[in-house]
């Protein structure tokens, strides 16, 4: 149950970072070296997203793992 409400603000907040700044799901795959299907994924959480990917996504937008994941704000 946590690992699905974990997945669904990750989702949320990925969607909101990237729409902030503009980027298509493709843009944003490029950026990180991803398909846009592997972000519409993880947007919809439908899939999960390994630990590399994570940590290029909160490089990239300059916020923290726990941030993206909903454990802080």
């Not at 409400?5 to 949320?12: E, L, N, R, S, V």
């Not at 990925?14 to 398909?35: C, F, N, Q």
């Not at 390994?50 to 490089?59: P, T």
Request: avoid cysteine; glycine fraction near 8%; charge should be positive.
């Amino acid at each position: 149950m946590l690992y699905n409400i974990t997945m669904k603000i990750f989702g949320q907040r990925l969607r909101e970072l990237r729409t902030e700044k503009g980027l298509s799901t493709m843009a944003l795959g490029k950026i990180i070296g991803v398909s846009d299907m592997a972000i519409s994924r993880w947007e919809n959480s439908k899939t999960d997203i390994i630990s590399e990917n994570l940590i290029k996504l909160a490089k990239y937008f300059g916020v923290s793992t726990d941030y993206l994941l909903g454990i802080e704000d």
